[in-house]
């Protein structure tokens, strides 16, 4: 596995295959299969892996919230749909 401080330096020398990569498959590949996929190797790579460890994913990668998932990501942390929205904009605003 790579080590997480090695992750960008190596995406920046794939990036042209990855690019041309992704491509194809948007032509070429069910996308709910890739899905189906790709989970079953992230559970299967990451299955005796804390994340805990470093959290480097989450410090280097920049998510988002599709806007129809709000309502019921809200209602997970047990806050209002307006409390989210806040939050997430409290975290743009100081990135």
């Not at 410090?59 to 209002?80: N, V």
């Not at 939050?87 to 100081?94: A, D, M």
Request: with cysteine; proline share 2%; aromatic share 8%.
């Amino acid at each position: 596995m790579i080590q997480p401080d090695k992750i960008r330096a190596e995406a920046k020398k794939k990036e042209n295959e990855n690019s041309k990569f992704r491509i194809y498959l948007k032509g070429h590949v069910d996308e709910d299969e890739l899905d189906r996929q790709f989970l079953r190797l992230h559970k299967e790579l990451f299955a005796d892996y804390d994340c805990s460890k470093c959290r480097n994913c989450c410090k280097m990668y920049k998510g988002s919230i599709p806007e129809e998932d709000i309502d019921q990501d809200a209602q997970c942390l047990g806050i209002t749909s307006s409390s989210l929205w806040i939050l997430i904009w409290k975290k743009k605003s100081v990135a």
